[in-house]
């Protein structure tokens, strides 16, 4: 029986105007995590991820967003209840992330072996000395060469790839029970994308560490994942283990998504794609709210919205064809 290590329960996250009105960024999102379990969070820009992720870190507090309902179960602790002390020990220490852009994530006035040794000591009993000798340790496991070099250099001084790997080692440095990778290879060339994510898996196997990797690339999501949840405006519209989903997808957005993604030998010269755009958030449709993008859409879609619903043992899907 797999453990649960990370239970997110009916999330719901509004952003703020000052004029007090508000928009709604994540309704009702629900999801688990084992231990162990490397989860796909997918959609395009503007579904909700990146909100979600920092919705569990509660890295909305200098932003106009605020979690307005639900619970973030972690080792049976709510996050949304945590006191701001709390909530800096589990931040780099029990929880990890690694943030899009590598390059602005790192402190660009910052030497590396500063921002490296700052985070070990500050969630470890370790000497300024025993974190240096971390740091390096870390560095070289992620696979960067001369760590003792790299060290003593500004973010400007390295690549984009490398800038990623520190980011990883930092993240890693205090073993995590949860790593939370936001994009982690966006922007990165094919083979380091292929080496960030081969390291990725190594670290889960070696360290049985959990990962919610943020992604709109399915061909990341079927390299690397057990389990995808699909996202769509705000809310979970389908959930199922990665062969199936792959195999056998129900809801439409889902099989839009994997349609697009090319495939090689098969002579298609032009990818089928899916009409229109996410819809904004002050502005979303009633009923289903991929009915406006959808070609199977009845009268009922734009009426009422479906749940969230099982439709077999391992698949769940928000669509009314399978309700």
């Keep these: 029986m797999s453990e649960k290590l990370l239970e997110v329960k009916n999330l719901r996250t509004e952003f703020f105007s000052s004029k007090k009105s508000s928009v709604v960024a994540i309704d009702g999102v629900s999801f688990s995590l084992d231990k162990g379990e490397i989860v796909g969070l997918v959609g395009e820009s503007g ?50 992330m690694i943030f899009q852009e590598p390059m602005s994530s790192l402190n660009p006035s910052m030497r590396i072996d500063k921002q490296l040794i700052e985070g070990i000591r500050l969630h470890t009993d370790l000497s ?5 000798e971390r740091a390096a340790k870390m560095l070289s ?7 003792p070099r790299v060290m003593k250099n500004y973010p400007h001084q390295l690549s984009g790839g490398m800038s990623q790997r520190v980011m990883i080692a930092m993240a890693m440095s205090c073993d995590p029970q949860l790593l939370i990778a936001d994009e982690p290879t966006t922007a990165l060339d094919v083979t380091i994308q292929a080496q960030i994510l081969e390291l990725m898996k190594k670290i889960q196997q070696e360290q049985g560490t959990s990962i919610l990797l943020i992604t709109h690339d399915l061909g990341v999501v079927a390299e690397m994942c057990s389990r995808v949840i699909v996202m769509y405006a705000g809310k979970i ?30 002579g298609v010269k032009v990818l089928p794609s899916i009409p229109g755009s996410v819809p904004d958030l002050s502005s979303m449709p009633t009923g289903c709210r991929f009915a406006p993008r959808c070609k199977y859409a009845t009268e009922k ?5 479906p749940e969230l619903t099982q439709v077999n043992d391992r698949q769940k899907c928000r669509c009314w064809l399978k309700q």
């Design 47 to 96: 579904c909700g991820k990146s909100v979600t992720s920092l919705s569990i870190m509660q890295l909305l507090k200098d932003t106009p967003g605020k979690v307005t309902n639900g619970e973030v179960i972690f080792e049976g602790k709510d996050l949304l209840k945590a006191s701001k002390k709390e909530m800096l020990d589990i931040r780099g220490g029990r929880i990890s």
């Design 141 to 147: 496991q992620v696979g960067i060469p001369d760590p």
């Design 301 to 305: 879609c734009s009426q009422k919205e």
């Design 237 to 266: 519209v389908e959930e199922a283990p990665v062969e199936i989903l792959f195999g056998n997808p129900t809801h439409p957005y889902t099989q839009g998504l994997i349609a697009s993604v090319p495939k090689l030998g098969s």
């Design 128 to 132: 300024k000395e025993q974190a240096r």
